[in-house]
């Protein structure tokens, strides 16, 4: 038998280890390069995700150790500014933190959390990130604040919104709290016990709700979208007789007026005026069917959700093909018309209804970054929302275009904005408010002309508390700003007690326009 030479086997092993290693990296580098070659088939989804992963991986490295960027508000004055020891500086905490967000593990809803790419990204050398410059107006957002936090409500909220190009002038909602008292309950919680900033936010009375994501119902705001259908009908002179406290025929159900008002005959403009649910609910019944009422719900975008770059809004329509209560199909029917069933929306959605009919029909997707900025040249490109830096460009994912919605035509906007003219005037008759006429709200010798649609929506079965709305737009002949107002859980029963709170502020907005 020959004998094995122990030297010359443990280098054979050693050189098969070494020949097995090159031809793993070879495999590996035929992996990568031959794809770009054209020689080696691969899935492109495993390329996709490669290069996914180490584009969050570059990014990662890039956002650690970065203090966030600054806040500012569109006239340049700083609203939130992020320091070393990464605490927020507010301008005003209960103001903006409801609205702007903070950093923090909650709060995906709110605009910082959704912009923390932006405002933790910075390149090797500068380790500050990239500043925001909000649409918001300082001065307007704190005066919202004040307003809406005062007077009846378990919680309120309040937009601006500029009638053209639907960016956010202002937006503050009640209750509302202070971000380092938070982080200091936070920090006081027991170990064990820990529930996190969502669940502390919505523990206790006040509920801290991000009220974009918790929609209550319209009432009769909602009748700017049944009237878009009458009016696209040519339904507008069909007369309706108003008794004041039944709709009959459609099953064991009643319809109500506020406070039980009969109004007679009535055509499209003086049932909008006189706000009546009798003509609405028939309407709706006797003309539109449900196919209509589901139909103009979906062209104004009520009934699912809009991603915008300051959060989420959500909305609710129950489909009435397919109805939440088969029992009564009828009457969900009927009820829709005017602003009940199964309709849910938020602040800044009625917002948004009022100013599609203030555009002439064209209802915009509302935005609150106006651009983003960083140390070493980036701009921002308002029509492709793309950096640029010399030649070199960088999409934003998102939030690449701020589209708009044609939500109806020229003629039936001004025929509703016509009616929320008169309406106007109805309620201010009724209130007889200083600082307003019958020709508008007035500051500084200057007097603009209102449009505005009020609702109520009962939330107990006696009606002693309430769900009460205001949307409106001005000037009326030449819209240039929409105000929309929610107070829920109120005593009162007419919605028209919110014009209170749009006075204030159109007489900011006339003195610094």
Request: proline fraction near 2%; aromatic fraction near 10%; hydrophobic fraction near 35%.
């Amino acid at each position: 038998m020959k004998k094995v030479d122990v030297k010359e086997s443990v280098f054979a092993r050693r050189f098969r280890r070494l020949f097995a290693g090159c031809m793993a990296v070879a495999s590996a580098m035929c992996v990568l390069i031959f794809p770009v070659s054209g020689y080696l088939p691969l899935d492109e989804d495993v390329v996709d995700r490669a290069e996914e992963k180490k584009k969050d991986e570059i990014e990662a490295l890039q956002m650690e150790g970065t203090i966030p960027g600054d806040i500012y508000d569109r006239n340049g004055e700083m609203l939130i500014s992020c320091t070393d020891d990464g605490e927020n500086w507010y301008r005003d905490d209960s103001a903006y933190t409801m609205t702007v967000g903070f950093l923090e593990e909650a709060g995906s809803g709110y605009l910082m959390k959704r912009m923390s790419s932006d405002l933790l990204y910075a390149d090797q050398e500068n380790k500050k990130g990239r500043s925001l410059v909000l649409t918001l107006d300082a001065g307007l957002q704190e005066l919202l604040w004040r307003q809406i936090s005062q007077g009846e409500g378990e919680r309120g909220s309040i937009a601006v919104l500029d009638a053209v190009t639907g960016e956010i002038l202002g937006l503050a909602y009640a209750p509302s709290f202070s971000v380092s008292e938070l982080r200091t309950a936070v920090s006081e919680q027991d170990e064990e016990e820990k529930t996190g900033w969502e669940e502390l936010m919505l523990d206790g009375q006040q509920k801290l709700l991000f009220q974009l994501q918790n929609p209550t119902r319209p009432g009769s705001i909602y009748k700017i979208v049944t009237g878009i259908g009458i009016l696209e009908n040519g339904l507008e002179n069909v007369r309706i007789n108003d008794g004041g406290s039944s709709v009959d025929n459609y099953g064991e159900f009643e319809v109500n007026n506020n406070m039980e008002n009969a109004y007679g005959a009535l055509n499209f403009h003086d049932a909008f005026v006189y706000s009546s649910n009798i003509y609405f609910a028939r309407m709706a019944y006797d003309y539109l069917g449900w196919n209509e009422m589901e139909e103009l719900a979906q062209r104004c975008h009520i009934g699912g959700r809009i991603s915008c770059d300051f959060g989420l809004l959500y909305s609710t329509f129950e489909s009435g093909v397919q109805p939440y209560d088969m029992s009564r199909p009828n009457e969900m029917l009927a009820r829709t018309g005017y602003g009940y069933a199964d309709l849910q929306m938020n602040v800044v959605q009625a917002a948004m209804l009022a100013q599609g009919i203030a555009n002439d029909g064209v209802m915009c997707r509302p935005y609150m970054v106006e651009s983003v900025h960083e140390t070493d040249g980036y701009l921002v490109d308002k029509d492709t929302w793309e950096y640029r830096l010399g030649d070199e460009v960088e999409s934003r994912s998102g939030y690449d275009t701020r589209e708009k919605y044609q939500i109806t035509d020229v003629q039936t906007a001004d025929a509703i904005g016509d009616a929320m003219e008169a309406a106007y005037r109805n309620v201010q008759a009724t209130l007889g408010l200083s600082g307003t006429s019958q020709e508008g709200i007035s500051a500084d010798g200057e007097i603009w002309s209102v449009a505005l649609k009020t609702g109520t929506a009962d939330l107990t079965e006696n009606g002693t508390e309430n769900n009460l709305w205001i949307v409106s737009y001005a000037p009326a002949d030449q819209p240039r700003y929409v105000v929309a107002v929610n107070r829920y859980w109120v005593d009162s029963q007419h919605g028209a007690d919110l014009f209170r709170d749009l006075v204030p502020v159109y007489e900011y907005l006339i003195r610094n326009s």
